[in-house]
Each structure stands twice: as C-alpha cells, then as structure tokens.
C-alpha cells in the first residue's frame, strides 16, 4: 500500500526548547535507516518550516507506526493512497453497477 506521510512542527514552547528539539531530532533522524519495507519514491521538506512529505509504499503499518513515533516534536499524518487511474477505474465499476440498479 502506498502512503503519504506529512508530518508537522509540534509547538514546544521557549526558544531553547525549540533549539533542543532540533538539536535533537537531527541527532536521532540522522542515525535513522529506511526500513527494507519501506520504499521511499520522495521525501521532501516544506521550505522554512519544521516538516515535510513522504511518498512511500510499505506492507507494514507498524513499520510506519514506529517511524511516526521516532520523533515526538511533530505532529505525523499518514494517509493511503492510489494512483489515479486505479481510483477512475474504480469510480467507473461503481458508477456502471449503480446505473444498472432497479429502481424500487
């Protein structure tokens, strides 16, 4: 299953808190390794703000579940998602069925 990840500064507090946090988000993130299941087509950060995009694909949602839960500063939303062609082609099954449906 395909995802997208976004993910969002979590508010802190004092300006040496947020100074710490970055600190140390880049001190965990930059020990962290992409699991084998996980296939990143982009990873991408909103410019000038804490946070950013993921576009991956992952047969484990504990796999996502723990990444979402390695840094706490932010604010993570994980959302499944399809191709386009696949959802118009689903829409159009679904269309089709409904149109031959009896009426009552």
Known sequence: ?????????????????????????????????????FEIEFFVIRVGEWGGHMLMECDDPVAIHKFCSMLPAFVFEVRPVIKVEEAVRGELEVIAWRDGLKPK
Do not use: C, H, T
């Open 1 to 37: 299953m395909k995802y997208v990840i976004s993910w969002f500064e979590r508010p802190q507090g004092s300006p040496i808190e947020y100074e710490n946090a970055q600190k140390r988000i880049l001190e965990v993130f930059g020990q962290w390794e992409a699991p084998d299941n």
